[in-house]
């Protein structure tokens, strides 16, 4: 089975920073994008950030200039460096990875369980 399991939400305060990370265990064959999306309440789930396996990045408009998505592969992690927080970056935070199990050799999309990121105003 594959896991991924984020860290580093909290609550902090208008144009302050947070470091999330995601690290993915268990019987992983090969990890392909990695990927932050996030759901605020009342809204539906949007992706922040993403980096495929050769690094290429892509970033939502509202995030651009402020939020840097980055991965380790040998650490099986990706990270999302927040700067300049806003009020409206608050949300559920989720790690997403697409990622090939040993035990079955078929590619699919893995879900964290999420972190709680709350920026105050």
């Known amino acids: 089975q594959v896991q991924l399991v984020e860290s580093g939400g909290g609550l902090v305060q208008s144009g302050g920073s947070l470091r999330l990370s995601c690290a993915a265990s268990?019987?992983?064959?090969?990890?392909?994008?990695m990927g932050w999306y996030r759901q605020a309440p009342g809204k539906q789930r949007e992706l922040v950030a993403e980096?495929?396996?050769?690094?290429?990045?892509n970033y939502a408009d509202s995030v651009k200039g402020r939020f840097t998505c980055s991965r380790d592969n040998a650490k099986q992690m990706v990270y999302l460096q927040m700067n300049s927080l806003k009020p409206e970056d608050t949300a559920i935070y989720y790690c997403?990875?697409?990622?090939?199990?040993?035990?079955?050799?078929?590619?699919?999309?893995?879900w964290g369980q999420g972190t709680q990121v709350i920026v105050s105003s």
């Open positions: 997403k990875g697409t990622i090939v199990a040993v035990t079955t050799g078929v590619e699919y999309d893995f």
């Open positions: 268990g019987s992983v064959s090969s990890i392909n994008a």
């Open positions: 980096v495929t396996s050769g690094g290429s990045t």
